[in-house]
């Protein structure tokens, strides 16, 4: 049967959970009928836009939070384009889609970030509906004004790899494993202040394995721990976050959370923002967390890596194309950051030169959604120095990038079928220690797979152009997507660059294709708490790489995942 509903007024219900057993908790997800949490950021416009859809409930899919604004799997109506009612922050019609343009990183009943969760409105406790509800809002006075919020995530991960990083290091035929926990507690202070602290513990095992470094094997050590202030300044919500914390306000192909290791990014220092009704603008100055050491509670900081800048979002006024709404979000940016790792080198005809980079990144993302049509497009220029190791010589950097990705979505279908194609330019240069550097660098760990599953391939001197398929059948739990990424080398005359540095081959490669990388990703959201995610991929390398020495190879990837 299909429905006609008024954005903005019919009231949303979420899909019923599949019964489960979690080992341990004896736990049973339920039904949940939520109704759109009003606040003064959150006030629906007067107008109505009326769609046709086969139904009204939200999919349970989106449980699970996913990056970007193709990347979630949703239905669409207005109200479905919002997370179930208070699962996000009072941040009005920033909240759009997964949330992620309020700048606290994707949202659905969870949050990337586990501290971007909003549990406010359980202090009703008729609305607590699911069994680890009395976790998420523990009040702790009468007045219900000082509250505890817990958090948890348990991660199983494994993957095989035949020929990893194309036959040029790890080990053939190697088959992984890693497992993290995260722990955290969101104290309410009132209004205006609020402390969360987040628990990490990881181990890796497996068979031929490799690469087990303090990124995959961690003894109990604080991921987080920050203090926040906040309250209304000059009609804008405003906060300032002091201490260890994520950083999700980047575009996720430029700077995510390192996700293929167990340990994520984090970041030291302080963040300001302040959010009115239409404009956002956000600063902040951090080092990253030095987590080099076995030991625990030995992380410590890293002032050798350092990240800090500036960005606005601006919702740009709503338009139509093809008579429907389109609603968009403009980002303008400014990233800056230093760094030294693998990543920080000039190839050259006979060895590697490490050294220090500084770059900033000042560049533009515009994005958004209609009923139909889902779109991103971004650009970038960096500019900045490259130091070498052991002198005080340097050279000058200008690289540039430019992503994009547009797709059509057929609602109305069973299937609900995204059809679209990505297109990504990242510069490179004719590699040497003399002139201007021309390679643009991502050093903080871009969304895995939004380039290349198998991170084989980095987001340096390569052309990338791929069409994106994905299904999401009508009340199922599952979306699949396929994509395959064909790649060329933006210069010829440059290097080829890993995830960890440029390769080396042993004979000279000749030519720009570098090869097509055909792969897939099934997300099973199994219940509100458990997600199965399969990746699959198979590296084709071009005949001219395979001559220079590279390996063509298969990569496949498991990942159960249980949060509360």
């Given at each position: 049967?299909?429905?006609?509903?008024p954005r903005y007024r019919q009231e949303r219900r979420l899909s019923a959970g599949l019964f489960v057993l979690v080992a341990g908790l004896g736990g049973q997800a339920h039904a949940q009928t939520a109704i759109l949490k009003t606040n003064p950021?959150?006030?629906?416009?007067?107008?109505?836009?009326?769609?046709?859809?086969?139904?009204?409930?939200?999919?349970?899919?989106?449980?699970?939070?996913?990056?970007?604004?193709?990347?979630?799997?949703?239905?669409?109506?207005?109200?479905?384009?919002?997370?179930?009612?208070?699962?996000?922050?009072?941040?009005?019609?920033?909240?759009?889609?997964?949330?992620?343009?309020?700048?606290?990183?994707?949202?659905?009943?969870?949050?990337?970030?586990?501290?971007?969760?909003?549990?406010?409105?359980?202090?009703?406790?008729?609305?607590?509906?699911?069994?680890?509800?009395?976790?998420?809002?523990?009040?702790?006075?009468?007045?219900?004004?000082?509250?505890?919020?817990?958090?948890?995530?348990?991660?199983?991960?494994?993957?095989?790899?035949?020929?990893?990083?194309?036959?040029?290091?790890?080990?053939?035929?190697?088959?992984?494993?890693?497992?993290?926990?995260?722990?955290?507690?969101?104290?309410?202070?009132?209004?205006?202040?609020?402390?969360?602290?987040?628990?990490?513990?990881?181990?890796?095992?497996?068979?031929?394995?490799?690469?087990?470094?303090?990124?995959?094997?961690?003894?109990?050590?604080?991921?987080?721990?920050?203090?926040?202030?906040?309250?209304?300044?000059?009609?804008?919500?405003?906060?300032?976050?002091?201490?260890?914390?994520?950083?999700?306000?980047?575009?996720?192909?430029?700077?995510?959370?390192?996700?293929?290791?167990?340990?994520?990014?984090?970041?030291?220092?302080?963040?300001?923002?302040?959010?009115?009704?239409?404009?956002?603008?956000?600063?902040?100055?951090?080092?990253?967390?030095?987590?080099?050491?076995?030991?625990?509670?030995?992380?410590?900081?890293?002032?050798?890596?350092?990240?800090?800048?500036?960005?606005?979002?601006?919702?740009?006024?709503?338009?139509?194309?093809?008579?429907?709404?389109?609603?968009?979000?403009?980002?303008?940016?400014?990233?800056?950051?230093?760094?030294?790792?693998?990543?920080?080198?000039?190839?050259?005809?006979?060895?590697?030169?490490?050294?220090?980079?500084?770059?900033?990144?000042?560049?533009?993302?515009?994005?958004?959604?209609?009923?139909?049509?889902?779109?991103?497009?971004?650009?970038?220029?960096?500019?900045?120095?490259?130091?070498?190791?052991?002198?005080?010589?340097?050279?000058?950097?200008?690289?540039?990038?430019?992503?994009?990705?547009?797709?059509?979505?057929?609602?109305?279908?069973?299937?609900?079928?995204?059809?679209?194609?990505?297109?990504?330019?990242?510069?490179?240069?004719?590699?040497?220690?003399?002139?201007?550097?021309?390679?643009?660098?991502?050093?903080?760990?871009?969304?895995?797979?939004?380039?290349d599953t198998t991170t084989y391939i980095s987001p340096s001197n390569l052309i990338s152009l791929s069409p994106v398929v994905s299904i999401t059948p009508w009340k199922g739990f599952a979306s699949l997507r396929l994509k395959a990424p064909f790649?060329?080398?933006?210069?010829?005359?440059?290097?080829?660059?890993?995830?960890?540095?440029?390769?080396?081959?042993?004979?000279?490669?000749?030519g720009g294709y570098v090869g097509v990388v055909p792969q897939a990703s099934l997300t099973l959201q199994l219940d509100h708490h458990l997600t199965w995610q399969i990746y699959g991929a198979r590296f084709m390398a071009s005949k001219s790489l395979?001559?220079?020495?590279?390996?063509?190879?298969?990569?496949?990837?498991?990942?159960?995942?249980?949060?509360?």
């Open positions: 049967m299909v429905f006609s509903v950021l959150e006030q629906p416009p007067a107008d109505e836009e009326w769609i046709k859809v086969p139904s009204t409930e939200r999919p349970i899919i989106q449980d699970y939070p996913h990056a970007g604004v193709v990347g979630q799997p949703r239905r669409i109506t207005a109200k479905q384009n919002r997370a179930p009612n208070g699962h996000q922050g009072p941040w009005g019609d920033f909240n759009y889609g997964n949330g992620e343009a309020a700048g606290f990183g994707p949202v659905g009943r969870y949050g990337a970030a586990a501290w971007a969760e909003d549990w406010s409105y359980l202090r009703d406790k008729s609305k607590r509906t699911d069994f680890f509800d009395p976790l998420k809002f523990i009040a702790l006075n009468n007045s219900q004004t000082i509250w505890l919020t817990l958090s948890g995530e348990s991660r199983l991960r494994n993957w095989y790899e035949e020929a990893p990083f194309l036959g040029r290091s790890g080990k053939a035929q190697s088959g992984r494993f890693g497992v993290r926990n995260l722990l955290g507690a969101d104290l309410h202070l009132g209004e205006h202040v609020r402390l969360f602290g987040q628990l990490i513990n990881a181990d890796a095992g497996g068979w031929r394995g490799y690469g087990y470094s303090s990124t995959y094997r961690k003894r109990l050590d604080l991921q987080q721990g920050f203090i926040e202030l906040k309250g209304k300044v000059a009609g804008a919500q405003t906060g300032f976050m002091f201490g260890r914390q994520q950083f999700l306000d980047a575009p996720s192909y430029m700077l995510y959370n390192r996700e293929t290791p167990n340990v994520p990014l984090s970041w030291n220092g302080g963040r300001f923002y302040a959010l009115w009704p239409r404009i956002r603008v956000n600063a902040y100055d951090f080092v990253q967390t030095k987590t080099d050491s076995y030991l625990m509670f030995h992380n410590t900081e890293d002032y050798g890596t350092r990240l800090y800048g500036g960005n606005t979002t601006m919702i740009v006024p709503a338009f139509t194309v093809a008579g429907e709404k389109v609603h968009s979000f403009l980002d303008l940016f400014y990233i800056r950051y230093r760094y030294s790792s693998g990543l920080s080198a000039v190839p050259t005809a006979s060895r590697v030169l490490k050294g220090t980079s500084s770059r900033g990144n000042l560049g533009f993302r515009w994005y958004g959604t209609s009923a139909s049509v889902e779109y991103s497009v971004g650009a970038l220029y960096q500019g900045g120095a490259f130091q070498y190791a052991g002198t005080q010589r340097k050279s000058s950097v200008r690289a540039w990038a430019v992503n994009a990705i547009v797709g059509y979505r057929h609602t109305p279908s069973p299937l609900h079928p995204f059809l679209g194609v990505q297109a990504d330019v990242y510069s490179g240069g004719s590699d040497g220690q003399n002139g201007t550097i021309h390679t643009y660098m991502a050093p903080f760990n871009p969304q895995t797979n939004y380039l790649m060329w080398r933006q210069n010829a005359n440059g290097a080829i660059w890993s995830s960890s540095g440029p390769y080396t081959f042993a004979r000279s490669y000749r395979r001559a220079a020495g590279a390996q063509s190879g298969s990569y496949a990837q498991s990942n159960v995942t249980f949060r509360f």
